[in-house]
Structures are given as structure tokens and as C-alpha cells.
């Protein structure tokens, strides 16, 4: 399944599989080192069904790749998917940032 790009992909939708506890718990376990969902339920407080369709969820945005290695499917995060998501977020840190600054420099020579 090719990875959704980030510009066309609703952010609502990546957010909302990054809001879930478990799927968070997911994915840094899978940061750690891919893993199957079996493996994962051996980690995590997580039936392996549950691990299964957090997966499924995590996948469908785009935050997870799955690879077959020999009988089982191990996953593994996408890491430029990742920096995707990060370059975005921090674009957006840096309008409020400048945003605040041009606050701050007005009420600054408006106390002049």
C-alpha cells in the first residue's frame, strides 16, 4: 500500500491515530525495532486482536509499513513519514513564533 501524502491526507485523520494511548504505545515499541503483532502483545497490555486493527490504523495513515519475513509480518515505523509530519508541525511553530514576536514588538512601541 503506497504511504498517503501528507499534503492530500486529511490531518484529522493522522492526529486522530496518534491520539490513541495504544497506538501511541505501538509505535514507540516499533521504534524501538519492527516487530510482529505478536511480538507486540508480548510487550504491551494489548490483546494480539486489539494490536491487529491499531496496526491497521496506524498503516492506513501512512506511520507504519508492514514487510513479510518469512512466515510472520513485522512492522516497522515510517520514518519519513515521520519527519513529514514533523516538518509540517514545526512550519507551523515557526508562524505562531513569528506571529508573537510581531505581538510582542507592537505592545513593546505602543509602551514607548
Known sequence: ????DAETQAPVELFAALADDSRWQILVELSR?????????DRLPISRQAIAKHL???T????VA???VGREVRYEPVGAR????????????????RRLER??????????
Open 103 to 112: 505581538i510582542k514588538s507592537l505592545a513593546e512601541d505602543a509602551n514607548r
Open 56 to 58: 491497521r490504523v496506524l
Open 82 to 97: 515521520l519527519s513529514q509530519v514533523a516538518r509540517q508541525l514545526d512550519a507551523i511553530a515557526r508562524g505562531w513564533d
Open 60 to 63: 492506513d495513515v501512512g506511520l
Open 1 to 4: 500500500m503506497p504511504v498517503p
Open 66 to 68: 508492514a514487510a513479510k
Open 33 to 41: 525495532a519492527p516487530a510482529s503483532a505478536s511480538a507486540l502483545a
